[in-house]
Nanobody, 122 residues
Framework: QLQLVESGGGLVQPGGSLRLSCTGSGFTLDHYTIGWFRQAPGEEREGVSCISERTGFTHYTDSVKGRFTISRDNAKNTVYLQMNNLKPEDTGIYYC???????????????WGQGTQVTVSS
């Protein structure tokens, strides 16, 4: 059964760090672009970062550049999002998803995880 499962969310103070994991089953993550998206209450879902199939090219939205790092562990069929220096505006539900196309175009992503909550608050 094809599935993506996110984990690692939680409550953290501003300036803190979290590492999110996206583990796949039923398919090989390395054969697809894997993206991280987030959605804050009342807001549209936005792309945060993605990593391309095989070559591992990465892309970040401007608001997280220099703070977030996406990486992949093929042996664990898992993609990570290391988030440092977190800000209150990073709060939201974080989703991972797969796409056959490199980039953060929402409509190209066909399978999604259920999401993990990230809350940045003092």
């Amino acid at each position: 059964q094809l599935q993506l499962v996110e984990s690692g969310g939680g409550l953290v103070q501003p300036g803190g760090s979290l590492r999110l994991s996206c583990t796949g089953s039923g398919f090989t993550l390395d054969h697809y672009t894997i993206g991280w998206f987030r959605q804050a209450p009342g807001e549209e879902r936005e792309g945060v970062s993605c990593i391309s199939e095989r070559t591992g090219f990465t892309h970040y939205t401007d608001s997280v550049k220099g703070r977030f790092t996406i990486s992949r562990d093929n042996a664990k069929n898992t993609v990570y999002l290391q988030m440092n220096n977190l800000k209150p505006e990073d709060t939201g539900i974080y989703y991972c998803a797969r796409s056959p196309i490199y980039g953060l175009i929402l409509g190209t992503y066909d399978y999604w995880g259920q999401g993990t909550q990230v809350t940045v608050s003092s």
